[in-house]
Protein backbone atom coordinates (compact mmCIF):
# COMPACT_ATOMS: atom_id res chain seq x y z
CA UNK A 1 0.00 0.00 0.00
CA UNK A 2 1.17 3.70 -0.76
CA UNK A 3 0.80 6.62 1.24
CA UNK A 4 -2.27 7.89 -0.83
CA UNK A 5 -4.19 4.41 0.06
CA UNK A 6 -3.35 5.36 3.78
CA UNK A 7 -5.05 9.08 3.56
CA UNK A 8 -7.65 7.63 2.08
CA UNK A 9 -8.44 5.29 4.51
CA UNK A 10 -7.40 8.05 7.03
CA UNK A 11 -10.26 10.18 5.34
CA UNK A 12 -12.65 7.65 5.51
CA UNK A 13 -11.99 7.08 9.15
CA UNK A 14 -12.11 10.13 10.26
CA UNK A 15 -15.34 11.19 8.69
CA UNK A 16 -16.81 7.79 10.22
CA UNK A 17 -15.46 8.91 13.61
CA UNK A 18 -16.44 12.65 13.40
CA UNK A 19 -20.15 11.40 12.63
CA UNK A 20 -20.12 8.25 15.53
CA UNK A 21 -18.35 11.22 18.31
CA UNK A 22 -20.80 13.77 17.33
CA UNK A 23 -23.94 11.65 17.11
CA UNK A 24 -23.40 9.43 20.59
CA UNK A 25 -22.05 12.63 22.26
CA UNK A 26 -25.21 15.03 21.15
CA UNK A 27 -27.35 11.48 22.59
CA UNK A 28 -25.50 11.86 25.42
CA UNK A 29 -25.88 15.50 26.40
CA UNK A 30 -29.55 15.15 25.56
CA UNK A 31 -29.98 12.11 27.80
CA UNK A 32 -27.92 14.01 30.79
CA UNK A 33 -30.15 17.49 30.60
CA UNK A 34 -33.78 15.16 30.34
CA UNK A 35 -34.44 15.84 27.10
CA UNK A 36 -34.41 11.56 25.95
CA UNK A 37 -34.86 9.14 28.49
CA UNK A 38 -31.55 7.21 29.75
CA UNK A 39 -30.61 4.12 27.66
CA UNK A 40 -31.51 1.92 30.38
CA UNK A 41 -35.54 3.21 29.85
CA UNK A 42 -34.88 3.23 26.05
CA UNK A 43 -33.63 -0.30 25.96
CA UNK A 44 -36.85 -1.57 28.22
CA UNK A 45 -39.24 0.59 27.12
CA UNK A 46 -38.42 1.67 23.99
CA UNK A 47 -38.21 5.30 21.89
CA UNK A 48 -40.88 6.05 20.01
CA UNK A 49 -41.96 9.46 20.99
CA UNK A 50 -42.54 10.62 17.38
CA UNK A 51 -41.02 14.48 18.22
CA UNK A 52 -37.35 12.51 20.19
CA UNK A 53 -37.27 10.15 16.73
CA UNK A 54 -37.22 13.00 14.38
CA UNK A 55 -34.96 15.40 16.62
CA UNK A 56 -32.44 12.54 16.32
CA UNK A 57 -32.94 12.17 12.54
CA UNK A 58 -32.41 15.97 11.98
CA UNK A 59 -29.02 16.09 13.90
CA UNK A 60 -28.10 13.09 12.93
CA UNK A 61 -28.33 14.23 9.53
CA UNK A 62 -26.31 17.44 9.91
CA UNK A 63 -23.19 15.10 11.75
CA UNK A 64 -23.75 13.38 8.40
CA UNK A 65 -23.15 15.96 6.08
CA UNK A 66 -20.69 17.29 8.47
CA UNK A 67 -18.70 13.44 7.95
CA UNK A 68 -19.06 13.69 4.18
CA UNK A 69 -17.37 17.48 4.52
CA UNK A 70 -14.66 16.31 6.85
CA UNK A 71 -14.08 13.22 4.52
CA UNK A 72 -13.62 15.05 1.68
CA UNK A 73 -11.29 17.92 3.21
CA UNK A 74 -9.03 15.04 4.05
CA UNK A 75 -8.56 13.10 1.00
CA UNK A 76 -5.72 13.02 -1.00
CA UNK A 77 -7.52 13.32 -4.10
CA UNK A 78 -10.76 12.89 -5.59
CA UNK A 79 -12.76 13.74 -2.66
CA UNK A 80 -16.27 13.13 -3.87
CA UNK A 81 -15.20 9.11 -4.27
CA UNK A 82 -13.90 9.15 -0.77
CA UNK A 83 -17.46 10.59 0.29
CA UNK A 84 -19.17 8.42 -0.85
CA UNK A 85 -16.98 5.35 0.30
CA UNK A 86 -17.89 6.90 3.86
CA UNK A 87 -21.45 6.78 2.48
CA UNK A 88 -20.82 3.34 1.57
CA UNK A 89 -19.55 2.16 4.90
CA UNK A 90 -22.31 3.99 6.55
CA UNK A 91 -24.70 2.00 4.99
CA UNK A 92 -23.20 -1.21 5.89
CA UNK A 93 -22.78 -0.14 9.31
CA UNK A 94 -26.05 1.84 9.32
CA UNK A 95 -27.96 -1.92 8.50
CA UNK A 96 -25.93 -3.36 11.46
CA UNK A 97 -26.94 -0.69 13.95
CA UNK A 98 -30.60 -1.39 12.29
CA UNK A 99 -30.47 -4.89 13.12
CA UNK A 100 -28.82 -4.13 16.68
CA UNK A 101 -31.95 -1.50 17.80
CA UNK A 102 -34.64 -3.28 16.24
CA UNK A 103 -37.55 -3.52 18.60
CA UNK A 104 -36.20 -0.46 20.33
CA UNK A 105 -36.65 2.36 17.96
CA UNK A 106 -39.57 2.69 15.74
CA UNK A 107 -38.20 0.82 12.06
CA UNK A 108 -38.62 4.46 10.55
CA UNK A 109 -35.92 5.36 12.35
CA UNK A 110 -33.14 2.99 11.63
CA UNK A 111 -34.31 2.45 8.15
CA UNK A 112 -34.44 6.29 7.13
CA UNK A 113 -30.88 6.88 8.61
CA UNK A 114 -29.44 3.71 6.47
CA UNK A 115 -31.54 5.80 3.80
CA UNK A 116 -30.55 8.91 4.34
CA UNK A 117 -26.83 8.29 4.68
CA UNK A 118 -25.15 8.42 1.12
CA UNK A 119 -27.49 11.64 0.31
CA UNK A 120 -25.96 13.57 3.63
CA UNK A 121 -22.61 12.31 3.12
CA UNK A 122 -22.29 13.44 -0.59
CA UNK A 123 -23.80 17.14 0.15
CA UNK A 124 -20.92 17.02 3.04
CA UNK A 125 -18.43 16.20 0.26
CA UNK A 126 -19.95 18.58 -2.83
CA UNK A 127 -20.11 21.20 -0.36
CA UNK A 128 -16.23 21.08 -0.03
CA UNK A 129 -15.37 20.76 -2.92
CA UNK A 130 -17.52 24.15 -3.90
CA UNK A 131 -15.70 25.71 -0.91
Known amino acids: MNKNTFRSIGAVLAGLVAIVVLSNGTDTILESIGVFPPIAVQR ?12 AIIYRSIYMVAGGYVTAALAPNRPMRH ?3 LGVVGIALGIL ?35
Open 83 to 85: AIA
Open 97 to 131: GATATWGMTPAWFSISLVILGLPCVWLGGKLKTRS
Open 44 to 55: EQGFDTVWMVVL
